[in-house]
């Protein structure tokens, strides 16, 4: 399994990646997290310019088998969403780190990227 270095991580299998110009953070589900899921059909986020804290339901995540939550890493506001996923959900499980991510999103503080796990602490966490 794979558990890149350059992203930070959160209990609920989502990961972090903090974009060149600091203020900016892409935002997916972990490979383990879709290997659970199975075969992803549908993903619903919260509009674009939505402000959410951390820990906050942004969306839902749809498989075969189940519905999933989508919890926010950190504080920030929604950018955009990989409009890729509505006509592709199954980039998710195809590129979970790649063409899969779910959104961008504009950080209140980059500093709470600290509080997050880093990779061999997760990959700890799932093993």
Do not use: C
Not at 27 to 48: H, N, R, S, W
């Amino acid at each position: 399994m794979n558990f890149p270095d350059d992203l930070y991580y959160t209990e609920e299998h989502e990961w972090v990646r903090l974009e060149d110009d600091g203020e900016t953070a892409t935002i997916g589900i972990t490979e383990f997290a879709q290997g659970e899921l199975g075969d992803i059909v549908f993903v619903e986020v919260e509009p674009d310019g939505t402000e959410l804290g951390q820990d906050d339901v942004f969306g839902t995540i749809e498989a075969v088998k189940t519905v999933s939550e989508l919890f926010m890493p950190v504080d920030g506001t929604i950018a955009s969403f990989n409009e890729q996923l509505e006509s592709n959900p199954e980039l998710i499980n195809e590129d979970p780190y790649g063409d899969g991510w779910i959104l961008s999103i504009k950080l209140d503080d980059a500093e709470d990227l600290g509080d997050l796990l880093s990779a061999d602490e997760y990959e700890s966490m799932v093993s």
